[in-house]
């Protein structure tokens, strides 16, 4: 029997109500397993890096996914107040909002469907994967060891396919949809916090957009078309005039068509954080106008137009739901949005998702999420460590990399585990083989980076 340290102890004691006491040990276990497992996260390869393969009770591990009663959800709103404590403890939220695609087959995973492969997929070039989708919201927050924005995965939801709900009778929600009730949520978890979300330009839809402003607003950031159809503010209606209020005023020339305008002044901005770059320059203009398209409500927006001095990128345009919003502002809360990107890749290359080999409902639905949620817990369990010990970062000859990564949190949680102190042990005692303590310290600090 081994005595975890405080702080590791501390963030998983947060979670523990949701659990039963007679599982709550095991869900331990699993927990310390898969941060160990240096390659594939299924329950065996957690059991075995514990020492557990010779148990016969292994099956009560499995169990904790497939079958044992708690709630992701709860567990998702326990995982977002410790983040927020540490973190944002006031000030706006701000949030991203991506999809991801799973890639898995077999004919037993019945909520797989057919996807464009966003990372193999370009322009030109169309590849389908099969496998989930997931829909996950992270919170976008400062970590100040790292002296950078990362993306913290809080709640992490399955949206089947198409095929999945006409078989079973069920009604298809669209990712927008799903978008929608989380964000709702999330309102209803932290009252009084005003949201700001990111996401690409899946989500630059009138009717979702328009949903979000009713009630409580939540501001939406995002990527406009550059023809998209965009007027003046609607008229005040005129005393005794007759028929329907007028949704509109005249329509404004297209974002495209001011680029090539030369009476189109622009204004050169500077931002302090820009992909994979400190400082750029970036020429913009802005103004408010309201996006309409026939059936749909009116939507007052701010637009911006973004332009390469250096002509690198292509000009490309944003929107925001809140007409208050500076056009600095905007940019650098969407800039934000890359580290969903970088989130995703860690999760994948450090986690093992996409290895876990679950085929069943419940359990599907719960391990990329709790794997996901791992990324969270690792950073803010990093957190706690470097509060009272130095950050170790690794280097090489090859790589002087100056600032943490997560890779380097996950070996700090990795290397104060393989130190922790034995209490109680019922194995037999063996001839202790002398090896040299820097070839020990080699082999750890090897074992703590294994991806």
């Not at 509109?248 to 994979?276: C, F, I």
Request: charged share 25%; with cysteine.
């Amino acid at each position: 029997m081994t005595r975890l340290p405080t702080w590791f102890t501390g963030v998983l004691r947060s979670f523990a109500p949701l659990f039963s006491a007679r599982i709550w040990p095991q869900v331990h276990l699993l927990v310390v397993g898969a941060l160990l497992s240096p390659g594939k996260r299924t329950v065996t390869a957690a059991l075995r890096v514990l020492g557990l393969a010779d148990d016969p009770r292994f099956g009560t591990f499995h169990r904790l996914l497939s079958r044992a009663r708690w709630s992701s959800l709860q567990a998702s709103r326990v995982l977002l107040g410790l983040l927020v404590t540490a973190c944002v403890p006031s000030g706006p939220l701000v949030l991203g909002l991506d999809d991801t695609i799973e890639r898995r087959t077999g004919a037993k995973i019945s909520a797989k469907g057919i996807y464009r492969d966003p990372v193999r997929s370009s322009h030109g070039h169309f590849v389908k994967a099969s496998g989930l989708r997931w829909l996950s919201l992270m919170l976008l927050t400062p970590i100040p060891w790292a002296h950078r924005i990362w993306a913290l995965p809080f709640l992490t939801v399955l949206v089947p396919s198409q095929r999945y709900n006409e078989e079973r009778g069920h009604r298809h929600k669209s990712v927008t949809d799903w978008a929608r009730q989380m964000l709702r949520l999330v309102q209803r978890w932290c009252p009084g916090r005003p949201l700001i979300v990111v996401a690409d330009s899946a989500y630059a839809a009138i009717r979702w957009l328009s949903d979000l402003q009713q009630d409580r607003p939540i501001t939406v950031i995002t990527k406009l078309r550059l023809d998209a159809a965009l007027y003046d503010p609607a008229p005040d209606r005129a005393a005794g005039q007759m028929g329907r209020p007028r949704l509109k005023g005249d329509r404004l020339p297209t974002l495209a068509s001011l680029v090539h305008d030369p009476q189109t002044r622009w204004e050169r901005v500077r931002l302090n954080r820009w992909y994979g770059e400190t400082h750029r320059e970036v020429d913009i203009i802005s103004q408010t106008a309201v996006w309409y398209h026939t059936g749909l409500p009116p939507l007052r927006v701010r637009w911006v137009l973004i332009r390469d001095p250096k002509g690198k990128f292509s000009t490309q345009a944003l929107l925001c739901t809140d007409l208050l919003q500076t056009p600095r502002q905007m940019l650098e809360y969407f800039v934000q949005r890359w580290q969903l990107e970088v989130t995703c890749e860690e999760v994948r290359a450090h986690l093992g998702v996409e290895t876990q080999r679950q085929w069943t409902d419940l359990a599907i639905a719960r391990t990329t999420p709790a794997l996901l949620g791992l990324f969270s817990r690792v950073t803010l369990m990093a957190h706690e460590r470097w509060k009272s010990h130095p950050v170790r970062v690794r280097r090489a000859a090859w790589y002087a990399k100056t600032l943490p990564t997560f890779v380097d949190a996950l070996a700090e949680v990795r290397r104060a585990l393989w130190k922790v102190p034995t209490v109680r042990t019922s194995a037999p005692e063996r001839e202790m083989v002398q090896v040299p303590l820097e070839f020990i310290e080699r082999l750890t600090d090897a074992l703590c980076y294994a991806a």
